[in-house]
């Protein structure tokens, strides 16, 4: 299905990069999902706990980052953006600040979507 969008719209490889992630997104969430679901007991975690609900957000933040990521890559800067942003002169404490403040705020979000 997503090769066919990019063959679709346009044959770049950024547009099969943007299926092939979004592929491994799927099956890495359908294989997590199996594995916490079959692990959850032997944590001794029960469905809505909280150390579970946390989980559960830490697993969907990281989600919406990856897809974030593979849209970026497929849709806006491609390949060569990454190459050129690894390239220029950033300062890498300022790019793990806001990379945390944007994992927090994303977390928030899941969190409170999961409770509501």
Request: proline content about 0%; glycine content about 10%.
């Amino acid at each position: 299905c997503f090769g066919f969008v990019a063959l679709w719209h346009d044959s770049s490889f950024e547009l099969f990069a943007w299926g092939g992630l979004n592929v491994l997104l799927v099956v890495g969430e359908k294989l997590l999902h199996k594995i916490y679901t079959q692990k959850r007991e032997f944590l001794h975690l029960y469905e809505g706990d909280f150390f579970d609900r946390v989980i559960c957000s830490l697993m969907g933040t990281l989600g919406l980052l990856i897809l974030s990521g593979s849209i970026m890559i497929g849709y806006s800067v491609g390949f060569d953006g990454f190459n050129l942003m690894k390239s220029t002169k950033i300062n890498r404490n300022e790019v793990l600040f806001a990379l945390s403040g944007l994992f927090l705020v994303v977390f928030s979000k899941v969190e409170i979507s999961s409770i509501l």
